[in-house]
């Protein structure tokens, strides 16, 4: 099963408006990641929160985390048509020797102009 | 600065057939990974490659092989390949797996008939 899921697997929102996404994960971290997806395209690296940090701000990118809940929040602000894409969350998780980067299922962001 | 190249873009392969996708980045990074693409699943990894002459199996590996050529690249091998491994691949490489910042490849979309 995958570590992390995002919440809601879909948003629809007006430009302008705030679009908040939700990532829940099952184990222990050293960080959490976020990574935006254009349609057809690769993954591009947004923020890196590490466990010992609450709140990380990055242009209009604000992202929690509750390492108590096992949970983390993205929140794009006064959001604009360009900003429609996936997002996606990723854990790191240690076995075989090795961290490795997980992922989630996404949230699919619709921004409306 | 070309950052994560994949080759091909598109491919349609026949049942049974092989084919090798191709994986090379330009920054000098010491990790590698390969991972699917599959509608409402996320990303799964495949296989990865802590560092050049290694590497170990993911989350679905069946089916797959790969090598680390040098520290540039990292090729994914379908031996035969089968309808079920439609999918978009995603090559990735990042400093220190799971720590840092990943950079991702555009894709390769692969169809299986």
């Not at chain 1, 809940?69 to 604009?80: D, E, F, G, N």
């Not at chain 2, 035969?80 to 555009?106: I, K, L, M, R």
């Amino acid at each position: 099963s995958q570590q992390g899921e995002e919440d809601p697997q879909a948003l629809s929102i007006q430009e302008g408006e705030n679009a908040t996404m939700n990532c829940s994960y099952k184990t222990s971290i050293n960080n959490l990641q976020w990574y935006r997806q254009n349609s057809g395209r690769g993954l591009v690296h947004l923020i890196l929160i590490r466990s010992n940090e609450r709140e990380k701000h990055s242009g209009r990118l604000r992202v929690t985390l509750d390492t108590s809940k096992k949970s983390s929040s993205l929140l794009i602000t006064a959001s604009r048509a360009a900003d429609t894409a996936s997002y996606f969350c990723a854990t790191d998780m240690f076995s075989g020797g090795y961290n490795k980067l997980i992922f989630g299922a996404g949230t699919r962001l619709a921004v409306h102009p | 600065n070309a950052g994560v190249t994949q080759t091909p873009k598109f491919q349609v392969l026949k049942t049974g057939q092989s084919m090798t996708l191709q994986c090379a980045q330009d920054m000098n990074h010491n990790s590698m990974y390969w991972y699917r693409q599959d509608p409402g699943m996320g990303l799964r990894l495949i296989y990865y490659s802590a560092s050049e002459g290694t590497t170990d199996k993911g989350e679905v590996p069946n089916g797959y092989n790969v090598s680390r050529l040098n520290k540039r690249e990292f090729s994914l091998r379908l031996e035969s390949a089968a309808p079920s491994q439609t999918s978009v691949y995603f090559c990735a490489s990042s400093e220190e797996w799971g720590n840092t910042e990943a950079f991702f490849g555009q894709g390769t979309r692969l169809t299986v008939v």
